[in-house]
């Protein structure tokens, strides 16, 4: 809970102790949610179209503290990147948080604001409408090339089978873009399925890194963070994505 209120107060955000525990509690704890269980409000919001310019300023309101208005979020990790992903899979992240199926008691709040499926739609049009960003977080080491020589033998070992080769995911199969995501949240997320702390992603993610020690995955989140943006994800302006 400190942490929740912490990363809310860093944003600009500003909630008494009694708002964020009872915001908090309003969640439901991942553990008693497998992957597969049915998802009502994704599965209708997959269906909706988005309307950017109504997401535009659900964005401005409860995305943009955090994630900035290039949804670009923190090179330092702390923050994703929302810019460049696939709405699908920014619809399921969404409806994900803000059933419980994915616990995140930071997030939690703001999301849970959101009106309804359409609302969530809405989001994802708008971020859809962002430029992806070129100067996500990288892995600095010194060791640099030599992680990223590693990490690339291991993802195309184990991930580049869901994530594609060029780290380009599926919009259709809901696998998230890992290209040009910021290396330490990368390297958090996968070690967070790794030890089971989340349970919001299909099985077949965690038998493909389970037996990655922690020196695999730095190597595996360097190389993801290196992988240059698909041509495919190149952003168009919103007025051009309106007349898709």
């Known amino acids: 809970m ?25 969640g439901i704890d991942i553990r008693r949610y497998p ?5 009502i409000e994704k599965d209708e919001a997959l269906k909706l179209k988005g309307n ?18 290039s949804g670009a979020g923190n090179r330092d990790g702390s923050i994703a ?29 703001f999301a849970r604001k959101l009106p309804g499926p359409q609302a969530v739609a809405d989001v994802a049009a708008y971020v859809g409408t962002l430029c992806f960003p070129l100067d996500s977080g ?10 990223v020589a590693e990490g690339k033998q291991l ?11 060029s780290g380009e995911g599926s919009k259709d199969a809901l696998y998230p873009v890992l290209a040009g995501q910021h290396y330490k949240y990368l390297l958090r997320q996968m070690t967070e399925v790794r030890d089971g702390k989340r349970n919001d992603v299909p099985g077949e993610m965690f038998e493909a890194i389970k037996s990655y020690d922690d020196a695999q995955l730095v190597a595996v989140a360097a190389y993801q963070a290196s992988l240059k943006t698909p ?11 309106a007349r898709m």
Not at 54 to 69: D, F, N, R, V
Not at 81 to 99: C, E, M, N
Request: hydrophobic share 30%; proline share 6%; with cysteine.
């Open 2 to 26: 400190k942490f929740a209120m912490f990363a809310a107060g860093a944003c600009g955000l500003v909630f008494t102790g009694v708002q964020a525990e009872e915001e908090a509690k309003a």
């Open 35 to 39: 992957a597969n269980t049915p998802r």
């Open 52 to 69: 950017w310019r109504t997401g535009q300023k659900y964005y401005a309101a409860y995305c943009e503290p955090c994630h900035l208005s």
């Open 81 to 109: 990147q929302l810019a460049g992903q696939h709405q699908t899979v920014l619809i399921k992240q969404l409806a994900d948080i803000r059933s419980g199926v994915r616990y995140n008691p930071t997030m939690y709040p």
């Open 138 to 147: 990288k892995y600095q080491g010194a060791d640099a090339a030599r992680q």
């Open 155 to 165: 993802y195309e070992y184990k991930c580049a089978k869901c994530h594609q080769p």
């Open 231 to 241: 041509r495919s994800l190149m952003c168009r302006t919103p007025t051009d994505k």
